[in-house]
């Protein structure tokens, strides 16, 4: 029998459960921003879905043709240099969190994905994207932010060799099938299928030993974790 329900996190963030798959539900009714509320929001529902036994893997969903538009721009524009600090930050230990939770996490990318909405994705094991007119990438360099350490370290580990370059340093964005040749996505398919090819995968990987998955991330991701960890840590305001 399907077990499922839903719960309501905050206004932005749903929970829904399929079996012994979360989905975590990403809805601001606008472009999905992340601001403070919002990375807390998505921390706690993946802290939730670990502490379950139960559960085997996660799914994180956007709405529709957008899964995420990176940070919150109000705080981003504010001119407060220790908000900002602190919004890139948390933004930092979710990517870092998504990348070295001991159960698998399934991006469902809904549209477009910017700047911390794509080192989202990058964070996800398995990237399905939608088959619709989107961007996707870091704009960062585009619009005058130097890139965080931590993010390069993951788009190091993540990112084609053959784009990291254009990707990072030249702020190229692309649509949905140059996003898996760059390595932000795995794979595309059409817009109403998105969610479900997400949770399908999922469910397959859920059924893995957590003792397998978690030792045989530990062992690829180590170096990389700890650096991001690191590299957050130097950068939250003292």
Not at 75 to 85: E, I, L, P, Q, Y
Not at 183 to 190: C, E, N, Q, S
Not at 196 to 203: D, E, G, L, P, R
Request: glycine share 10%.
């Amino acid at each position: 029998m399907t077990a499922h329900y839903r719960g309501r996190m905050t206004s932005a963030i749903s929970t829904e459960r399929i079996d012994n798959v979360v989905v975590i539900h990403m809805d601001d009714g606008k472009a999905n921003a992340l601001s403070f509320a919002m990375l807390a929001a998505i921390s706690a529902a993946v802290d939730a879905a670990v502490a379950d036994a139960t559960v085997g893997a996660i799914v994180l969903h956007g709405r529709p043709g957008k899964f995420c538009a990176g940070f919150d721009l109000s705080v981003m524009g504010s001119g407060d240099f220790n908000a900002v600090a602190n919004l890139m930050c948390d933004g930092g230990d979710l990517v870092h969190k998504l990348y070295g939770v001991p159960i698998p996490v399934v991006a469902a990318s809904t549209g477009h994905a910017l700047a911390a909405g794509a080192l989202m994705l990058l964070a996800c094991d398995l990237r399905v994207g939608a088959d619709v007119p989107c961007k996707i990438g870091l704009n960062e360099v585009a619009i005058g932010i130097v890139l965080p350490d931590w993010a390069i370290t993951i788009c190091d580990d993540r990112l084609s060799r053959r784009h990291l370059q254009t990707a990072v340093a030249l702020a190229e964005l692309t649509g949905a099938a140059g996003a898996v040749d760059a390595g932000f996505l795995d794979v595309v398919v059409p817009e109403a299928d998105v969610l479900s090819t997400a949770v399908a995968k999922a469910q397959v990987y859920a059924g893995f030993s957590r003792d397998a998955y978690g030792g045989t991330v530990r062992a690829m991701r180590s170096g990389v974790l700890a650096r991001m960890a690191e590299l957050v840590a130097r950068d939250r305001p003292k």
